[in-house]
């Protein structure tokens, strides 16, 4: 390894905490050190190439160092970086809240700024919680979140988390809220076959409501795709029945398209599956294709009449966060949504899946996968200790992680969730770069649950 890259090491070891990175060990061998990017490629500063197979974790849409991205950015610079949106407005951020009012499904009209996944979820919380204060029925403070559900980490977020991994050293510190089941259906919670089953738990989601529904607030939902609990897919129609049990027990349905938006899953957002409106949506990640940290809290216009009043009525959304509106984070996220038109980018998403789901089904010879899991680009290959009973690899032989390492080894750069093995090309990616981190995927795959391929170390470049 290079001077500079030992030198950077040594800096980052002293200085540098990473995100859910175990530090213990994480600097044994080498941490990747990223310099570059180019199209869906990560260069680092040794040099070596990687496949961005997660997109910057879920965030990248046209690749890297894109021209036209990198062009709206240097012009917004060029009047203003940054001023204040409380109590007054600026360009960008007044058209982006349009297309984004044009873009998201009839119904969703007020566009509410923040800076991460995690501080929209904060703001549609705040917002349901307050807006039935607003109504007259403050009785309504409780929230539904769905069983493995992931909305951030921040403290509201991860009240409404339910991955007990990430989430329970914290639960003193959190407000209660219910659990139901999300649709599992490789491992059904409620025993069923999908064939059959009618939507059993379901059942649970309408006895909730039945009984508490008149104390609960909203329901937080990942739509279509769970993500960070290992990419758990939706049954067609499930979302919509949803929609109706929130509808009727007035419950405020409040989706989480942080991951799913923006093209992800083949649609806009992925609500469209199932032609649903949420009441509140939350967006971020796709959001400025994966440039700058600009996140949205939408809503309807019943909500946002609910909280006008008088300046003494003090019906105000009192929240907000300094850099909400940032001009060069709007105008990347407007150059964004035009790059989306102009290559008719959600149709194309659509029609390389279907090329993906091809090539998938090549992994299902391999004797350890499971389940494969897929919307759009969102995979899940959920490995299994034992095909034919479903038996789960222990937590202790870290196989999602070391199976990742084999990847990057290969040359691409994936995060597994457990013994998921997640990819998440960017959605920008040709058939045949597709194909390229296909094939490293399953020779990753192949090498470690077959072939006994030793990685050099199972602790790098993730740490966990
Ligand atoms: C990533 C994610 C979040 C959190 O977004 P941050 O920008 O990391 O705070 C929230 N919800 C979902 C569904 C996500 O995937």
Avoid at 1 to 21: P, R, V
Avoid at 177 to 182: L, T
Avoid at 197 to 225: D, M, N, R, T, Y
Avoid at 271 to 278: F, I, L, N, Q
Wanted: include cysteine.
């Amino acid at each position: 390894m290079s001077d500079e890259y030992q030198a950077l090491a040594e800096k980052s070891k002293s200085y540098l905490w990473n995100s859910f990175t175990q530090m213990q060990g994480y600097h044994e061998d080498q941490p990747i050190i990223i310099e570059s990017g180019e199209g869906v490629k990560l260069r680092d500063v040794t040099g070596r190439e990687f496949y961005d197979g997660v997109s910057s974790i879920w965030l990248n849409v046209h690749g890297h160092n894109v021209p036209e991205l990198n062009q709206a950015i240097t012009e917004q610079l060029g009047k203003i970086a940054h001023s204040t949106i409380l109590g007054m407005a600026n360009v960008p951020a007044i058209e982006l809240a349009e297309q984004i009012a044009r873009l998201t499904p009839d119904g969703l009209q007020k566009v509410f700024y923040s800076d991460s996944g995690a501080t929209s979820v904060e703001i549609a919380i705040k917002m349901a919680f307050q807006y039935w204060q607003h109504r007259g029925k403050p009785e309504k403070q409780s929230f539904v979140t769905m069983n493995n559900a992931y909305h951030g980490d921040t403290i509201g977020a991860v009240s409404v988390g339910a991955i007990d991994l990430y989430h329970k050293a914290y639960s003193k510190l959190l407000f209660q809220s219910y659990r139901v089941e999300y649709p599992y259906c490789y491992r059904c919670p409620v025993g069923q076959e999908l064939s059959s089953c009618a939507f059993a738990c379901l059942q649970q989601v309408e006895h909730l409501l039945e009984e508490k529904g008149s104390e609960i607030a909203g329901f937080l939902i990942e739509p279509i795709v769970q993500g960070a609990s290992g990419i758990i897919t939706m049954p067609a129609g499930f979302l919509a029945r949803l929609r109706e049990l929130c509808t009727k027990h007035d419950v405020l349905m409040i989706c989480d398209e942080v991951a799913t938006g923006f093209g992800r899953t083949g649609k806009m957002f992925a609500c469209e599956y199932d032609g649903v409106t949420p009441d509140i949506m939350c967006m971020g990640k796709g959001l400025t294709g994966g440039y700058l940290p600009v996140a949205a809290t939408v809503t309807t216009d019943e909500v946002y009449d609910a909280f006008l009043g008088t300046y003494e009525s003090k019906k105000t959304f009192f929240h907000g966060h300094s850099f909400a509106g940032n001009q060069l984070g709007c105008a990347v996220a407007l150059e964004n949504l035009k790059l989306f038109a102009e290559r008719d980018l959600v149709n194309e998403v659509a029609r390389k899946s279907a090329y993906l789901a091809e090539r998938l089904q090549q992994f299902q010879e391999l004797a350890h996968v499971g389940d494969i899991r897929q919307r759009g680009f969102m995979i899940g290959i959920e490995l299994v200790r034992d095909k034919s009973t479903k038996e789960e690899y222990e937590w202790q032989e870290k196989i999602g992680l070391i199976v990742s390492r084999r990847a990057c080894e290969l040359g691409m750069i994936i995060r597994p969730l457990g013994n998921v093995v997640v990819f998440m090309p960017p959605l920008s990616s040709t058939e045949g770069e597709l194909d390229a981190m296909i094939d490293i995927l399953y020779q990753a795959v192949a090498d470690i649950t077959e072939r006994g391929v030793q990685v050099r170390s199972e602790t790098l470049p993730y740490g966990l």
